[in-house]
């Protein structure tokens, strides 16, 4: 056991829960949210975000119990953070409603670290943000707060979160993390530490900036390959063909790649080309790549809905009060995360001509939806409801056994989102 970090994980989310188990497996470490309803869900051993190694997690907090020195402990006082010396940054970093990064949570956590900062203390951020936010950002905020001055009394280190939520295979001890620090001596520190922890190792890179540069080119390429893919669809839809085929016959090209149309939410791919786009304007460059790719990707949930009412049209449905079900609305399958799922676009734009939607997901949490979406999510589909229009968003395992074939036969319009359904069955797919 390594006596000589104390660690505070702030954050319990997607990111930060998962790190403050590994770490805690070797190192002292208190687990930080304000939410104090979170807290207490996870020292009852839960976890509603299905990441973390509920084992592991318990083993953690009852090495703290044992030998005080070691192990998990979990808090919402930041008085308990005065104990650490390595503070680990995990809070979401979300965008506005004008797709402008909001920086709120990230400085408010900075302010708050601060505050217990002491000399030679290490402040490491996980948060997804442009180049230049941890020093030109972060930095001063928390000078501000501590009255210490940067890379003199304190030193700061930058190693963007890879968690894939839903993926049981990329891990987090079993991807390579990107490591980087404020001085050469903070950065070897960095990288030890994960190292500590991780089976692939760490990829060092020469400064922070590098490091957040590379977290936001990693999302924003995924983005602009399926923007194009998406734009592909588009056009094979006025063609009439299946973008699918298309797909399949350009792929026997040895250096094709296969990226497929889709809904593109999440945390990551739908939020972090606009911290780059950010960073670009602000420097007197308009990224027009990437932010083409963000218009085609953000339009696709109002194709769904409007491919569908022609569909619907086509087979002599009333638009007006028509049933649609949709299947899914997590931003990917077979993972509670909701997080800016494009699904509930797709429902709005039902909705505003006049379609009754429901919404089906066994896997979401059905009052956040609602908190965070005003949609209601049904408990269960009703077998003797009648549908007009059946809309599979999101391939959960559960919706690959749907009777989908029932509905079919009722004339409904079958439109899948995903590719799964059995394609004598579905009237379009994207």
Excluded at 97 to 119: C, E, Q, Y
Excluded at 239 to 250: K, L, P, S, Y
Excluded at 290 to 319: E, P, W
Aim: proline letters at 4%.
């Amino acid at each position: 056991m390594n006596q000589e970090h104390t660690i505070a994980v702030i954050g319990l989310g997607y990111v930060g829960l998962p790190l403050a188990i590994e770490f805690g497996k070797k190192y002292r470490v208190v687990g930080f949210d304000v939410n104090s309803r979170r807290v207490a869900e996870l020292e009852r051993g839960e976890d509603h975000t299905l990441e973390a190694d509920l084992v592991g997690m318990r083993q953690a907090v009852e090495l703290y119990k044992t030998t005080q020195r070691c192990g998990l402990s979990f808090s919402c006082d930041a008085n308990e953070l005065l104990q650490a010396n390595i503070f680990i940054v995990t809070v979401p970093t979300p965008i506005d409603r004008f797709n402008n990064p909001d920086l709120t949570p990230l400085l408010n956590a900075s302010a708050m670290i601060g505050k217990v900062l002491k000399k030679n203390d290490i402040v490491i951020y996980e948060s997804t943000v442009y180049p230049g936010c941890t020093e030109d950002d972060c930095v001063p905020v928390l000078e501000q707060a501590s009255g210490l001055v940067f890379n003199r009394d304190f030193f700061c280190g930058y190693s963007p979160e890879r968690i894939n939520p839903g993926d049981k295979v990329n891990t987090l001890t079993k991807i390579k993390k990107i490591t980087s620090g404020s001085t050469p001596a903070t950065a070897d520190i960095v990288d030890a530490l994960y190292n500590s922890i991780l089976e692939n190792g760490t990829h060092r890179a020469p400064n922070i900036k590098v490091a957040e540069a590379a977290k936001a080119v990693e999302n924003s390429q995924r983005d602009v390959n399926i923007s194009f893919m998406n734009e592909l669809a588009l056009i094979c839809d006025r063609v009439g063909i299946d973008t699918n085929d298309v797909i399949e016959a350009a792929g026997t090209k040895w250096n094709f790649l296969k990226y497929r149309p889709g809904l593109v939410g999440g945390h990551c791919i739908s939020v972090d080309p606009y911290y780059l786009a950010h960073k670009a304007k602000a420097l007197g460059y308009n990224p027009e790549v990437i932010l083409s790719g963000r218009r085609v990707n953000n339009s696709i949930a109002k194709f769904i809905a409007d491919k569908t009412l022609k569909l619907m049209i086509q087979k002599d449905h009333k638009i007006k009060n028509a049933n649609v079900l949709m299947l899914g609305v997590t931003f990917k399958e077979n993972c509670p995360d909701c997080r800016n799922t494009k699904v509930v676009d797709i429902a709005t734009e039902l909705e505003e001509f006049g379609c009754q939607v429901d919404i089906y997901d066994p896997w979401a949490d059905a009052a956040l939806v609602q908190r965070e979406y005003g949609k209601a999510v049904i408990a269960a589909v009703d077998p003797d409801k009648h549908y007009e229009a059946v809309i599979a968003c999101v391939a959960h395992d559960q919706f690959r056994t749907f009777d989908f074939a029932k509905y079919k036969a009722q004339n409904a319009v079958i439109f899948d989102v995903k590719n799964f359904i059995d394609r004598s069955l579905v009237d379009a797919r994207l």
